[in-house]
């Protein structure tokens, strides 16, 4: 029972992977979220306010406040053909981001799972 319990998870897990995946959004925990950031061709977004950032943030982020009403025209300026890397304090504005910009035509993108709060511990 054990064994068949542990084979649905697995299938499971697969298939969130593939599915995020195929939207181009992939939610990633802080270990490969830094491998992730690690490569140069990256583009590494904080979406939190611009207080939030100076309290704080990860090295070599842009800050880019996903309401503010410049999110848009600002996230255009970016290459789409390059992975984008977004963060929040908690995950729920960096996923809204990633959403947005997946809408933009952004083929790649890492969210961090647990925002900055999760980065920090």
Known sequence: ?????SL?????CLSC?????????????????KKSIA????QLLDVRTPAEFSAGNITGATNLDVKSEQ???MAGKLDKKRPV???CRSGMRSANAAN??????FKKIYN??????????
């Open 39 to 42: 490569s140069k061709k990256v």
């Open 1 to 5: 029972m054990k064994a068949l319990l």
């Open 71 to 73: 999110f848009k025209d």
């Open 100 to 105: 947005i910009l997946k809408e933009m035509g």
């Open 17 to 33: 992977s593939q599915a995020q995946a195929q939207t181009g959004i992939i939610t990633q925990d802080v270990a490969a979220f």
């Open 85 to 87: 890397a977004v963060y």
């Open 112 to 121: 961090l799972d647990g925002g900055y709060l999760a980065w920090t511990k």
């Open 8 to 12: 649905f998870l697995l299938i499971g």
